[in-house]
């Protein structure tokens, strides 16, 4: 069988191209062109004039995992209906794996036309993933997923940016729990009512404590008590020059308004999501059917894994998510402590991690789990115990989809659930 190899190296303008022959000859003189429709179209036609030339049967063509630049060209690439007929593999490289390849190849320079070359040559060189076709429908509500995840991300980091803002004008307020949610309706209204410190201060005790009631929509158990931590916690405060408080009321209030409109838009992404999600009824039926998968944990699973039928078994799918461990072995020694390599898909590991830090909540048999591995761990007992309960999810996750049934709890005896 004669192979066609096709490496390039992709950036947001442009395309570089190194075409070689299965005995790692250059099949037409390197080549650059636009990353555009057109240059996409020219990389396709100089393929196809090597493929008749050389009389080849299979084309391989590979890019780097760069961001979104590469998406477009893979996706024309694997839809072109002439390079069909010669059943071409498209695959993103990690570009960790490139680097590395690399290396092997000698002391190369770096620039575009060597990173083209190398994936050529890393084509070449076989042990390659699978290939799968493309389906637009996953990438359809991975974007939705993945854009909800990009708000979320930006929601904790205005927090944050907020809390330490928050600090500076109300120390105490951040160091005493006043409220049980300093974004709560009643702190945020706080916020725009009263502008210093001094005046929460002077307001006599029994108008903090109508403010508690009408704000707090009768959720404390005991206004007064909470108005009086309230004015403790502003006496431990630090008080700040005028100019600067006005600078920090201003800060405080945007940020408050930044989040507000975030949660608006997380709110709009999830309808979306509900509504991109029901192509996969299935599949989202399956995973819904475990206690604590919910519908946003299902979608972003089902987004990410793209079609349970890439993988050909559970420990494939956690190597791509990256949920599995180094090995470090040599002679009799085998080493103890393994770190989880964390190379694979962020997303879908995020994903797994969560759906772990549910199931761990609501399914015995992830209790049971999840607390064992919490005692054997001997430093930072719960990020260990929930990863390894997350790698345990993948089975289960990878059986209801392969097999498209509804979850079924296991077996108990004498009260205690079978392992």
């Known amino acids: 069988m004669n192979k066609l190899y096709v490496g390039m190296d992709v950036s947001q303008d442009d395309v570089k191209v190194y075409i ?3 005995e790692g000859n250059e099949a037409i003189k390197r080549f650059a062109v636009d990353n555009t429709p057109i240059g996409a179209e020219v990389i396709a036609g100089n393929i196809l004039d090597c493929c008749k030339k050389l009389n080849i049967n299979k084309v391989f063509a590979g890019l ?8 477009p060209l893979q996706f024309y690439l694997a839809d072109h209906i002439d390079l069909k007929t010669y059943d071409p593999m498209i695959i993103s490289f990690n570009a960790k794996i490139i680097e590395a390849f690399k290396k092997s190849l000698g002391n190369l320079p770096k620039n575009d036309w060597i990173d083209a070359f190398t994936i050529a040559e890393r084509l070449r060189f ?29 929601i904790v980091r ?17 160091q005493n729990k006043v409220f049980s949610n300093n974004f709560g309706a009643t702190a945020t209204q706080l916020f725009h009512e009263f502008l210093t410190l001094d005046d929460i201060a002077a307001r006599p005790l029994d108008e903090l404590v109508d403010f ?10 005991d206004p007064k008590a909470s108005a009086l931590i309230l004015k403790d916690a502003v006496r431990k405060s630090y008080r700040m020059n005028a100019s600067v408080d006005n600078s920090l009321n201003f800060v405080i209030k945007s940020c408050l308004d930044n989040i507000q409109s975030l949660e608006k838009q997380k709110k709009a992404a999830e309808k979306a999501i509900q509504q991109e999600v029901s192509g996969f009824n299935n599949q989202y039926l399956c ?7 919910g519908p946003t944990i299902a979608a972003g699973l089902i987004s990410e894994i793209g079609g349970i039928s890439r993988f050909e078994n559970d420990n494939s799918l956690a190597k791509f998510s990256g949920l599995y461990w180094s090995e470090y072995q040599s002679a009799d020694f085998i080493a103890e402590d393994t770190y989880l390599k964390r190379t694979g898909n ?14 761990r909540k609501y399914v015995p048999e992830f209790s049971l789990y999840y607390s064992r591995k919490f005692k054997e761990a001997k430093t930072h007992k719960h990020k260990r115990a929930l990863a390894l309960t997350a790698r345990k999810a993948v089975r289960l996750i990878f059986a209801l989809l392969r097999e498209e049934k509804l979850y079924k709890p296991p077996a108990q005896k004498g009260g205690i659930t079978e392992n």
């Not at 780097?64 to 998406?71: A, I, K, L, N």
């Not at 508690?212 to 158990?221: A, Q, R, Y």
């Open 64 to 71: 780097e995992s760069t961001s979104v630049y590469g998406w």
């Open 126 to 154: 076989g042990r390659l993933p699978k290939s799968c076709s493309v389906d637009f429908r996953y990438l359809a509500l991975q974007r939705l997923t993945r854009h909800r995840f990009h708000i979320v991300d930006n």
């Open 287 to 293: 995973l819904t059917s475990v206690k604590g998968i």
């Open 158 to 174: 205005e927090k944050n940016y907020f809390l330490s803002n928050l600090f500076l004008k109300f120390s105490g307020l951040c």
């Open 20 to 22: 070689l022959d299965q």
């Open 346 to 359: 962020e997303y879908l590991r995020y994903y797994f991690i969560q759906a772990a830090d549910q199931l």
């Open 212 to 221: 508690m009631v009408e704000n707090g929509k009768d959720h404390f158990s």
